[in-house]
């Protein structure tokens, strides 16, 4: 795109930051990304193990963002948006602010169990590769940040016992981490909570769920041998950055923003990520970041935004299969289980270029146009018009006499046959 001549600052080189960077960049306006740690990429780097995301793809990705003309500063902390916005002469402000500050719980100690942070135990390994821990290790909490916890103490020799409140069918990591965890030797704790600790032992109560599926404590304690603990029951955001932002509004740990722009209470200053939802994922980030470009560049340009209307979910019954190639899935190559706690190696490997790009030519686009030319070509009335490349279709209805054929041709189900209003 042209250049716009618009300054943007986005704050946070995590997720949303980057994101939100990258098509800001697209649409031709100048992007400056402050970051307070001393690499980019957020939690992606200081909160997902490498032998999930190896260090080498998230930089390559930076990399890609960065040589579009996008400038990023690190270590530095911005403690006055307002100030920053105006001495920067930035038109907008992007906030990707992460959830980098650990929950925490009050848990009576006796002879100082040693009590740990999970998100500073992984960053500590992030950054100096290293970490000098107990053998006996319990991981309190259900998500997948104590299962990284785990999984990462596993491959530093430790035996790590994974203390969760809830059953394995309400837990909140994925089964797929989970599984993976407890294949290398993590073992798990279910409908547990910790009520103590001592020098080498913990005191944990039973929980039992109630009739809604929540858990509830017993009154029944048992002891569990531990030397440390680990805390991994959640992250909030570092509100320093925004603190001093006259009319921004928070609600249960996240900035009020507009549903479509993403705008926050304060004119020209946009959210994403983890600062601005409770669905705390790297995937809900990116997604929002985008989201949030594209508010910012109609804002930019004094337009009115709003999001595209979504079309109906295609069901497999609206599919031509038939157009496709049939094969079994391909299935992703892993290192073996017994290699796994004595490297961070990447766990779960990619494809081949060849096996990638014939995956994904088999993509089934469903309820997309693919722009495939089937129906252009069918229609015996000559009623569908070519817009051009990425326009797609449209339909003269002078013309049309409802044959269908086009639906029928159609092989991603994109074409829907309706009754004609009269």
């Not at 490498?50 to 530095?76: C, F, H, Q, S, W």
């Not at 837990?171 to 279910?190: P, Y």
């Not at 054929?405 to 004609?420: F, S």
Request: proline residues 4%; contains cysteine.
């Amino acid at each position: 795109a042209r250049e716009t001549g618009k300054k943007v600052l986005v704050i946070g080189a995590g997720p949303a930051g980057l994101s939100a960077a990258y098509h800001l960049r697209r649409f031709g306006h100048t992007v400056h990304i402050v970051e307070q740690a001393q690499e980019t990429g957020g939690m992606m780097r200081y909160g997902i193990p490498t032998y999930r995301l190896p260090r080498n793809i998230l930089d390559a990705e930076v990399k890609r963002i960065t040589d579009m003309g996008v400038t990023i500063e690190l270590g530095r902390k911005i403690e006055d948006i307002e100030a920053e916005k105006q001495n920067g002469g930035y038109d907008a402000v992007v906030l990707g602010l992460g959830a980098t500050i650990s929950s925490n719980v009050d848990i009576p100690q006796g002879d100082t169990n040693h009590v740990l942070n999970a998100l500073k135990v992984l960053g500590q390994i992030e950054t100096t590769g290293d970490i000098q821990v107990a053998r006996r290790v319990a991981v309190y909490g259900g998500g997948n940040t104590a299962v990284d916890v785990a999984r990462s103490l596993r491959r530093f020799g430790a035996e790590p016992i994974i203390v969760a409140r809830r059953d394995r069918a309400k837990m909140r990591a994925s089964a797929e981490e989970m599984d993976a965890a407890i294949a290398e030797g993590v073992q798990v704790k279910w409908l547990s909570t910790i009520t103590g600790a001592t020098k080498n032992s913990l005191k944990i109560e039973k929980m039992a769920l109630d009739d809604k599926g929540y858990p509830q404590p017993t009154g029944e304690f048992e002891e569990l041998p531990a030397d440390a603990v680990v805390l991994a029951l959640g992250q909030n955001v570092d509100t320093v950055a925004i603190d001093k932002l006259q009319g921004l509004k928070m609600e249960r740990d996240a900035l009020v923003v507009d549903a479509e722009t993403l705008e926050t209470t304060v004119k020209g200053i946009f959210a994403a990520g983890d600062c601005a939802t409770n669905d705390r994922t790297v995937t809900h980030a990116i997604g929002m970041g985008k989201n949030a470009a594209r508010a910012v560049n109609s804002f930019l340009k004094g337009a009115v935004y709003k999001k595209q209307a979504k079309h109906e979910d295609a069901k497999f019954e609206d599919m031509h299969p038939w157009y496709y190639s049939e094969a079994p899935k391909t299935v992703r190559p892993e290192l073996e289980v017994a290699r796994r706690t004595n490297t961070f190696d990447e766990v779960q490997h990619g494809l081949t270029e060849e096996n990638a790009i014939f995956e994904a030519r088999r993509c089934l686009s469903c309820g997309n146009c693919m722009e495939c030319d089937n129906c252009y070509g069918v229609c015996p009335d000559s009623a569908i018009v070519k817009l051009g490349p990425g326009k797609g279709y449209e339909f003269n209805y002078d013309y049309c006499k409802g044959c269908g054929v086009c639906a029928q041709e159609c092989p991603c189900g994109h074409i829907a046959m309706v009754p004609e209003k009269i």
